[in-house]
C-alpha cells in the first residue's frame, strides 16, 4: 500500500523568509515522489521529483525537494519566499514497482505575506 | 507547449440529467487520469487509463459513473443519472510511462470541467 501525509493545512510565511512544506510517505518497495502545485481555477502544475540519486532534488520556480529515507520525508523547500508562491501544494508518491497511479496527500496551502 | 485540454471548462445543470465531460491528452502520452477535487475530500483518483485500457477504476462510484477511451486523442468521463454530491471539479491528466528506463514521467493535468448540480 502507498499513502502520503501533508500534516499542515496551510503555512505562512513573510516574504524573503525561507519556506518548508513538509511530506511523509509510506510505501512497500522504493518511493517515486513529487511535488505540484495548484494556483486558482487551474490544473496541478509539476514542481519536481525524485526518482532515485541525490537526495537534494531541484525543480521550476527555485523550489528544491530533500528526500530522507530513514524519516520518510520529502519536504519541500524554498530559500526566500514570494507572494506569487501563494497557492495549494501537493505531494504524491508511487511505489517503484507495479503499475498504480499516484496517491496524492491532501494538500497544503501556502500563503505568502507581503 | 502541450496541454491536455478539457471540455466544458463549467457545466451547469439539474440533478438526473446526464453529463459528459471530455478531455484531449496530450499527443503521444499512453496514460490518462481522471481526478475529481473537493473541500471536504480533497483529490480523488476516479479511473487511470494506460494505452487506452482501463487499469483501476476502483475510487469510481459504478452505477453511474463511466470513463472510456474511445481512441487514444479522446476521454470521456459520464456521470447518469447526476447528483448533487457529484459537484466539484474534476481534472484529466496524461502522462507518458516508456518503460523501467524511464519509470514516472510527471503528470500533465488540465485546468478542469467546474461541475455543479443543482
Known amino acids: 500500500a502507498q499513502s502520503v501525509a501533508q500534516p499542515e493545512d496551510q503555512v505562512n510565511v513573510a516574504e524573503g523568509n525561507p519556506l518548508t512544506v513538509k511530506c511523509t510517505y509510506s510505501v512497500s518497495g522504493n518511493p517515486y515522489l513529487f511535488w505540484y502545485v495548484q494556483y486558482p481555477n487551474r490544473g496541478l502544475q509539476f514542481l519536481l521529483k525524485?526518482?532515485?540519486?541525490?537526495?537534494l532534488v531541484k525543480g521550476s520556480y527555485g523550489f528544491e525537494a530533500e528526500f530522507n529515507k530513514s524519516q520518510t520525508s520529502f519536504h519541500l523547500k524554498k530559500p526566500s519566499a514570494l507572494v506569487s508562491d501563494s497557492a495549494l501544494y501537493f505531494c504524491a508518491v508511487r511505489e517503484d514497482t507495479g503499475r498504480r497511479a499516484l496517491t496524492f496527500g491532501s494538500g497544503t496551502r501556502l500563503q505568502v505575506q507581503p | 507547449d502541450a496541454r491536455v485540454t478539457q471540455t466544458p471548462r463549467h457545466k451547469v445543470t439539474e440533478m438526473g440529467q446526464e453529463v459528459t465531460m471530455r478531455c484531449q491528452p496530450i499527443?503521444?502520452?499512453?496514460?490518462v487520469f481522471w481526478y475529481r477535487q473537493t473541500m471536504m475530500q480533497g483529490l480523488e483518483l476516479l479511473a487511470y487509463f494506460r494505452n487506452r485500457a482501463p487499469l483501476d477504476d476502483s475510487g469510481m462510484p459504478k452505477d453511474r459513473f463511466s470513463a472510456e477511451m474511445p481512441d487514444a486523442t479522446l476521454a470521456t468521463l459520464k456521470i447518469q443519472p447526476s447528483e448533487p454530491r457529484d459537484s466539484a471539479v474534476y481534472f484529466c491528466a496524461s502522462g507518458l510511462v516508456l518503460d523501467r528506463r524511464n519509470p514516472s514521467q510527471p503528470q500533465h493535468f488540465g485546468d478542469g470541467t467546474r461541475l455543479s448540480i443543482l
Open positions: 525524485y526518482i532515485t540519486g541525490d537526495n
Open positions: 499527443l503521444g502520452h499512453n496514460t
